[in-house]
């Protein structure tokens, strides 16, 4: 990461004067945003199902540890991601608020306090287990991608929305690797056994369904800066996305989390098949809330204040959890073969 001063403003932007304090620092880690770390409790749920792993007090450790590495490992990458996006998010209307925005952050420090939060949160996920501990690896790489140049990627048209959510699965990964019990995991980097790994359609349904919610969030802020030029200068990648181009994309990552959630459901446990229709109305419900003029899902972190759509969210969950549970033999009648050959 530059340790370099910032670029100069775009004219008739002044520049911050006053040095950061202990406070802001805190603030650019984003603790408020470790709630979405929730996505790892997919992972948890279906790996509990499949290897119905015993729960006590050192399982419980194990995960407020694994959990407590993801967040550190996160906050990591939005120190990086608040020091680097500050010449850009001064021409938001909103984030030019923000706190790399109105004050002067020592990059020295940024980069102290980097090191020690992934220092921090790769030691702490060795005690979880080797694969655990390549996946936190894998998120912090995939934070340096998307916000330091010259790789960058979410000044990438597409391949920004793309290679932000794809923490989602990494984070389904991780729930996954918390629950997996010890005698199925390696014990070192070259034993091969790791590749005990959740199936390959959930993790492109999640990482599709991420895509949605991150080209959602793309469109409401296009639309809520209301001026292609404006929105240019905030994020390169809008120079090439219109309205309509992101409804596109929005309709592709839906469909294709569909599809590939589909494939799971039906192949692993088909009773979760009867959730389909309550998680496409999931999905259509936050496209309204996509769609609204300055829409909450600019920051998903104050999605809560929607308050329907949070119990929505909180009753689709606990479905998902029965559906776990209970046996209906009657609905393997979606798997007999009908055409004769």
Known sequence: ??????????????????????????????????????????????AYMVYNTPIDGAFLLKAITGIACTCLIASANYVINEYLDAEFDRHHPIKKN?????????????MAQWLLLAGAGLTLSYFINIP?????????FMGIMYNVRPFRTKERVYLDVLS?????????????FIFIPATLLPQQ????????IPPSSIILAYWMGGAFLMATKRFAEYRFINDP?????????????????????????????????????????IELLISFPFIALLFAWY?????????????PEKLHKERKFMLYVAF???LVMLLIYVDMPALHWFLKQSFQY
């Open 1 to 46: 990461m530059k340790t370099t001063p910032l670029a100069v403003p775009h004219p008739g932007i002044e520049s911050p004067t006053r040095p950061a304090g202990f406070k802001e620092y805190v603030t650019i880690a984003r603790p408020d945003h470790w709630f979405k770390n929730i996505f790892m409790l997919p992972g948890m749920l279906f």
């Open 229 to 269: 030029e404006q929105a240019g200068l905030y994020r390169k990648s809008f120079k090439y996305y219109t309205e309509n181009s992101l409804l596109i994309s929005m309709f592709f990552y839906a469909l294709t989390a569909a599809f590939f959630l589909g494939v799971f459901l039906i192949k692993h446990r």
């Open 132 to 140: 655990f501990l390549l996946l936190e690896a894998f998120l912090l």
């Open 164 to 176: 932000e959510s794809v923490n989602n699965p990494i984070r389904l990964a991780l729930g996954w």
């Open 316 to 318: 689709v969950t606990i």
């Open 287 to 299: 496209l309204k809330l996509g769609l609204n003029r300055n829409s909450v899902v600019q920051g």
């Open 189 to 196: 980097f070259s034993d091969p056994a790791w590749l005990v």
């Open 98 to 110: 923000r706190t790399a925005v109105q004050t002067v952050l020592n990059p020295v420090y940024v």
